[in-house]
């Protein structure tokens, strides 16, 4: 047995060996999640507010069948460009390494690397989740049970409001995941800043996440954390508005019969469509704000 050879970009490498803190940042957004060059764009715009709010970025992605730690521009672009990138969970992630094949990290995958490389910070939009419908579909993301299992805090801006919000929740509480929405008492919904659900814990400041994480190290229970950061007011799309938009899309997905992992990327795409592209205006406004949060939980963490 050997542990997959990670490829770590100097920067990241020296980030690990001076204990600096870094932000994991997944790659399924940039090959399944948005259209090019915005999804390039937005990749190069969440590094960048990694930087300013001073951790280093580390996104991860499999190219030619190795594992990237941390990539530079030109890999960015390619990725960004790409068109056959496989969609990498937890059952895949090895078949991108055995064909020496190009891919794309989901939040499940993302985890699993960042924490082989000992990175304990991870920035996204959204994770995946229970879908709308799953007493028949049974479409529940292999991102839930790996936030039960692999210790990483993973910042996102809520379960996508595609998804049955409800049931995720539950199915999280169920695998003990906890749930934290910072600075209000809801869980945000991804594009809106409300769902009208109550967020299981709170926290309103970064510290008080950094006493937390400390004090499940304390009584020894791993797993990962999921803290929820509403987006911006500025940029948040009304709950009730973006409901008809979600409603149409879903509708449409299944008379297409789009099943398994198309369902996730196919209606993001449409939902860019049916809203005119103001939904990914949210999108990338929320994934900086994620990263800008991520980022200074890194730095509080590094320097406990
Ligand atoms: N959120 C986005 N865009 C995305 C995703 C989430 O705004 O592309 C991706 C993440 O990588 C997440 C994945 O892990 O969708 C979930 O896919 P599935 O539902 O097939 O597990
Ligand atoms: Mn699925």
Known sequence: MSLPVLTISPEVQTALSSNQGIVALESTIITHGMPYPQNRDTAMGVEQAVRDSGAIPATIAILDGQIMVGLDEEQLETLARSSNAMKLSRADLAMALARKAMGSTTVAATMIIAHLAGIKVFATGGI???????????????????????????????????????????????????????????????????????????????????????????????????????????????????????????????????????????????????????????????????????????????QR
Not at 134 to 160: H, M, N, W, Y
Not at 227 to 234: D, G, I, K, L, Y
Request: charged share 20%; net charge negative; aromatic share 4%.
């Open 128 to 302: 995946g989740g229970v879908h709308q419908g799953a007493e028949l579909s049974f479409d529940v993301s292999a991102d839930l049970q790996e936030l039960s299992r692999t210790p990483v805090s993973v910042i996102c801006a809520g379960a996508k409001a595609i998804l049955d919000i409800p049931k995720t929740l539950e199915v999280l509480e169920t695998l003990g995941v906890p749930v934290l929405a910072y600075g209000q008492d809801e869980v945000p919904a991804f594009w809106s800043r409300s769902s009208g659900l109550a967020a299981p814990l709170r926290a309103d400041k970064v510290s008080e996440i950094v006493d937390f994480l400390q004090a499940r190290d304390s009584l020894q229970i791993s797993g990962g954390v999921l803290v929820t950061n509403p987006v911006p007011a500025e940029a948040e799309i009304p709950q009730a508005e973006m409901q008809t938009f979600i409603a149409q899309a879903i509708e449409e997905s299944q008379a297409a019969g789009i099943s398994g992992k198309a369902v996730t990327p196919w209606l993001l795409g449409r939902i860019v469509e049916i809203t005119e592209g103001r939904s990914l205006v949210t999108n990338q406004a929320l994934i900086i704000n994620n990263a800008r949060l991520a980022a200074e939980l890194a730095v509080a963490l590094s």
